[in-house]
Nanobody
Framework: QVQLVESGGDSVQAGGSLRLSCTASVYMTNKYCVAWFRQAPGKEREGVAIISRIGTTYYTDSVKGRFTASRDTAKNTVYLQLNSLKLEDTAMYYC?????????????????WGQGTQVTVSI
């Protein structure tokens, strides 16, 4: 069983930045596809970014150029850098993982989830 723990969420003004962290209980490099999802109140959970098992990153269109996913293999940690935050980025952000190749950002396809970290963007 993989445990994921997110941190780094906060309240920030529009245009600001945050860095979210997701630390795993197991060594994940080359074995796990890891993704960041978010869910705003009343909305469906949406995929934001993916880091493949070989470290390739993919982003949903709404965050391209503003968000950056990365990983520190020595710390079993995946990061999501959020820059130029907008009001519509307000959501609970979740880290998720699966022990197989990445194949899109369908939340139903991921086996392990963190508890989430709240990002609130205000004017």
């Amino acid at each position: 069983q993989v445990q994921l723990v997110e941190s780094g969420g906060d309240s920030v003004q529009a245009g600001g930045s945050l860095r979210l962290s997701c630390t795993a209980s197991v060594y994940m490099t080359n074995k796990y596809c890891v993704a960041w999802f978010r869910q705003a109140p009343g909305k469906e959970r949406e995929g934001v970014a993916i880091i493949s098992r070989i470290g390739t990153t993919y982003y949903t269109d709404s965050v391209k150029g503003r968000f950056t996913a990365s990983r520190d293999t020595a710390k079993n940690t995946v990061y999501l850098q959020l820059n130029s935050l907008k009001l519509e980025d307000t959501a609970m952000y979740y880290c998720a993982a699966k022990r197989r190749a990445c194949s899109g950002m369908d939340f139903a396809d991921f086996d392990f989830w963190g508890q989430g970290t709240q990002v609130t963007v205000s004017i």
